[in-house]
């Protein structure tokens, strides 16, 4: 280990929800087992490299408060590139997480020419490639920057110029290559900018048939080179264009399902974009499981009064209890994990602060996937859900979805019968079944 994080000189270990050490997991003991498997294999804890590595608390108001020496730009480039993915990879090993995420441009820095910035991607994804084999953590996905760089101020694929789209498709080429390079178990296109900013100079149809045309390119190269991780899109609803395409998980369905990709390319769910998109955390999931695309979660949390995108750290063990709970139901993360797209306060200044937001968020998540697990196992809500449905499993709802009952049939039944009386949805009763469960987690 390198020593840049020197307030803490051991790994985090698991003290148990009686410690009062900040330094330590209270909920997170990644050997033990749930429901048959060891919670770092249900878990799959991923460190973003951009909020973490790649930002120094910049934002449109100020500069950078955060201590991350490496973003000086005085430095050679590719030596302040080493110097972030030393720091980076002694964190991951502190932490004790098994995978991180990144993009292009976090990793490798951009230069002038495409060629250089190729070079310089290769270079870096090799040295990673030796950090990897000698910390064993792993790559949870890749995924190409295709927003910052002003080129795409109006989209990459769904650019009006094809040029741009050319050049997205050529930094894509590269870094759908360094993932299977780094054996990552998943690539995400997140929309960047895939969206506009007004509707007077765009036309909607062409920007949807050039993202299909994008996503079937992607497909097509990861069959090819034989990449057998997930694709993944991450739905959001707006920032930083005022309307993505991907707005949610509903939407991207849509899309895939129009351009022929559901079978292709499943969703990287993001908690504080479900809630922009006006949604529940817990329902981009269940409607991702129904629709058979969930892939992978960023795990983070808005703020109740902000109406943007503030990447949090999770800390509501209820909120990610309804989530784990809905993975748990669809069979768990398989290719996917839980990737911390979240950053830092501006104020949270010191090197350890990264830690202390970490052993916060992976314990928020431990305890959630305790509580849900229980859940689950009693069968408690299953059971009222199903009784809920039973009439659709025999007689006239069986009927009737088999296609054997018909308008004129039914009006005939109604005319003979008395009428149906609703039932109770339980609907408070159930609020505190999930409480209790919250509330008995050990
Ligand atoms: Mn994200």
Redesign the pocket.
């Known amino acids: 280990m390198t020593d840049f994080f020197t307030d803490v000189t051991e790994p985090i270990r698991y003290l148990g929800p009686d410690s009062d050490e900040p330094l330590s997991f209270r909920w997170y003991d990644r050997d033990r087992v749930v429901a048959g498997k060891r919670m770092e294999d249900h878990l799959r804890f991923a460190v973003a490299y951009w909020h973490s590595f790649a930002w120094d608390g910049f934002d449109i108001f100020g500069a950078g408060t955060l201590d991350r020496p490496w973003l000086d730009q005085a430095l050679d480039p590719m030596a302040a590139a080493a110097m972030k993915q030393d720091a980076a990879f002694e964190f991951f090993e502190k932490l004790g997480v098994p995978f991180f995420c990144f993009h292009d441009a976090d990793m490798a820095p951009p230069a002038d020419s495409f060629a250089e910035t190729s070079a310089n991607l290769s270079t870096m994804v090799e040295r990673a490639a030796g950090l990897m084999e000698r910390t064993g953590v792993g790559l949870l996905w890749g995924t190409a920057n295709l927003f910052s760089h002003p080129r795409y101020a109006a989209g990459a694929a769904t650019n009006p110029d094809p040029e741009i789209f050319a050049r997205a498709a050529a930094q894509v080429c590269d870094m759908l290559e360094a993932t299977n390079r780094l054996g990552g178990a998943n690539y995400v296109l997140?929309g960047g900018r895939e969206g506009y900013e007004t509707l007077l100079n765009t036309d909607l149809r062409r920007e949807g048939e050039q993202l299909a045309r994008f996503m079937h390119l992607v497909v097509e190269h990861a069959h090819r080179i034989g990449f057998d991780g997930t694709i993944l899109i991450?739905p959001k609803p707006f920032e930083p264009t005022k309307h993505q395409y991907d707005y949610d998980t509903a939407a991207v369905h849509a899309f895939l399902q129009r351009y022929d990709l559901v079978e292709e390319i499943k969703v990287?769910i993001?908690v504080n974009?479900a809630t922009l998109a006006g949604h529940d955390f817990h329902h981009e999931v269940a409607y991702a499981n129904a629709a058979g695309i969930f892939g992978s979660i960023?795990a983070n949390a808005g703020d109740d009064r902000l109406g943007w995108d503030v990447d949090r750290f999770p800390v509501s063990v209820e909120q990610m209890t309804l989530g784990m709970y809905e993975i748990l139901r669809g069979g768990g993360l398989t290719t996917g994990g839980l990737n911390f797209?979240a950053k830092l306060r501006r104020q949270s200044m010191a090197r350890s602060d990264l830690f202390h937001a970490h052993i916060g968020g992976m314990d928020t998540m431990a305890r959630a996937l305790l509580a849900a697990s229980a859940l689950l196992e009693s069968s408690e809500l299953e059971a009222i859900r199903s009784q809920r449905y039973a009439g659709w499993d025999e007689g006239l709802g069986l009927d009737i979805l088999t296609g054997s009952a018909d308008l004129p049939g039914l009006q005939k039944r109604a005319l003979e019968l008395d009428d149906p009386q609703p039932v109770s949805g339980r609907q408070e009763e159930l609020e505190n079944l999930v409480a209790r469960y919250v509330e008995r987690v050990r």
């Open positions: 997140w991450e990287n993001e974009h960023d797209d």
